[in-house]
């Protein structure tokens, strides 16, 4: 059967989300994951609509890849097609040719997983390395240790500390409480968990956001962030390891993150906090 690429419509994003969660494996390198969907979902349904795109082989879903920003498509694969050259091939064909509707023309870049062929098919057709990622990753087999932070679940009631928290740390104003209300409502928020770290004094301090995948299956973090008045003092790590308790908690079989490289002191406050990093990434970006 031939394989075919298509942009889902918003009442297809559940069963998009359930097959990403099904893909999940702690046997592979990182990948896109359904809380890169939940977060995005902050835009509203129709915009993570229209941001997804697929491919299916006799209306099975064989990849699935996600515009995050209109020049940056990040995708992954079914777990029997990483290796095939047929998938590959025609998620290669589509990705390149900016008439096939899946990236623009100009400057662009691709993330696929480390070891797909995808990522390597790309390389030979010319697109160069482009950005370097470092994935983190925290075994959750044992208990983790207890923050020295106190740390509460947010509600839609209880979101407004929380937003603040992330538009210090982001320098994003644009982080309203509608603004998480609407992130919340999406599918993959079911299966996630919005924390705020408030110190001694019970000031807001820290805050993350971690995506369950199903029991047995990597939980991402995404995104974590401390408060621009807060840095330096450990919350960071405090809020890292609440994270990875509430996974364990929600049945999670490690949890990941992915940052740039650059970012050494985002890499440095992860593996303060029992996250081990793996080989980088490399995105592929259209050759000039």
């Given at each position: 059967?031939?394989i ?13 989300v359930a ?15 359904p809380?890169d ?11 993570v ?35 095939s050259?047929?998938v590959a ?12 509707g899946?990236?623009?023309e100009?400057a ?14 790309l ?10 990622w470092?994935p ?6 044992a ?8 740390v ?39 299966e ?41 003092r ?13 996974l364990r ?10 940052t740039?490289?650059s ?26």
């Open positions: 059967m031939p075919t690429s298509s942009t889902p419509a918003p009442d297809r994003l559940a069963h998009v097959t990403l969660r099904a893909w999940q494996d702690e046997a592979v390198p990182l990948q896109l994951h809380g969907l939940g977060w995005f979902w902050r835009f509203g349904t129709d915009a609509a229209a941001a997804v795109r697929t491919w299916s082989r006799d209306d099975e879903l064989v990849a699935i890849g996600f515009l995050d920003g209109p020049d940056a498509l990040r995708l992954t694969l079914t777990p029997g097609a990483w290796r050259d047929e091939r025609q998620v290669v064909a589509d990705v390149v040719d900016p008439r096939r899946v990236l623009p100009g662009v870049v691709v993330e696929s997983p480390n070891a797909s062929r995808v990522h390597e098919l390389g030979e057709r010319g697109w160069p390395a482009g950005e370097s470092t983190l990753r925290r075994d959750l087999r208990p983790v240790p207890e923050p020295d932070l106190h509460e679940e947010v509600s839609a009631e209880t979101c407004a500390d929380f937003t603040a928290v992330h538009r210090s740390a982001w320098g994003n104003e644009r982080f309203t409480d509608e603004v998480w209300r609407t992130m919340a409502a999406g599918v993959p928020s079911a996630a968990r919005c924390l705020l770290g408030r110190d001694a004094s019970g000031v807001p301090v820290a805050g993350v956001t971690v995506w369950s995948a199903g029991p047995g299956r990597p939980g991402l973090l995404e995104p974590m962030g401390v408060h621009a008045e807060h840095r330096g450990g919350y960071g790590r405090a809020i890292c390891l609440a994270a990875a308790s509430t908690a929600l049945g999670a079989s490690s949890a990941q993150v992915c740039p490289t970012l050494t002191s985002a890499v440095a406050t992860y593996r303060s906090a029992g996250y081990e990093p793996g080989p980088v990434r490399l995105d592929r970006t259209r050759p000039t």
